[in-house]
């Protein structure tokens, strides 16, 4: 696994016309779902999409990021907050929410996505997270409940680019022994 975590780059080009496999993607919501989770809790849920005209609006409401329609595909991912609320009280999610509970679910969601696009790489496939949209503008779209958080969406497809690998803080510079 090593070497898909030294080649993953974020690929912003995508090959025109070559689709993604089915079985490809069922693999990819395969290893996102065994991804572990807080109390196994498992708050993701992922929604795919293909269309052309759902995908244009997810990329206006992403700053006008025009470079995402060159990917086939788009995996919007969704933390859900119900897995560790289960009251039934009413709440609406958003970059302000102060609920503890909401980083424990971005956090699991966050692990599943990130074996998403390791195991993406290992298919030969290119990914890349775009998170800069607001709750409120993606929810319309894609009719998401106000208790849902989308974390991210996922560019997919073929890469057409090779990304050089940009520069790393050293190892002994992030690495701590017993206190910090």
Wanted: aromatic content about 6%; overall charge negative; some cysteine.
């Amino acid at each position: 696994m090593i070497k898909e975590i030294q080649t993953r780059r974020s690929i912003r080009k995508y090959i025109d016309a070559k689709l993604v496999e089915d079985e490809k993607i069922i693999a990819l919501m395969e290893s996102a779902r065994l991804a572990p989770s807080g109390s196994n809790t498992q708050p993701w849920h992922f929604i795919i999409v293909k269309s052309d005209l759902t995908r244009q609006r997810l990329a206006e409401i992403s700053h006008h990021q025009k470079w995402m329609l060159s990917a086939p595909i788009f995996i919007v991912c969704i933390a859900d907050i119900r897995s560790r609320i289960t009251e039934d009280i009413a709440m609406t999610l958003n970059e302000h929410s102060p609920e503890p509970e909401l980083k424990q679910i971005i956090r699991d969601t966050a692990i599943a996505i990130e074996h998403l696009v390791l195991c993406a790489e290992n298919l030969g496939l290119g990914t890349c997270w775009v998170a800069w949209y607001s709750q409120d503008e993606i929810r319309t779209i894609l009719n998401i409940p106000s208790d849902k958080y989308v974390v991210g969406i996922i560019t997919l497809g073929y890469p057409d680019e090779s990304p050089k690998a940009r520069a790393r803080k050293k190892l002994e510079d992030i690495l701590h022994y017993e206190i910090w």
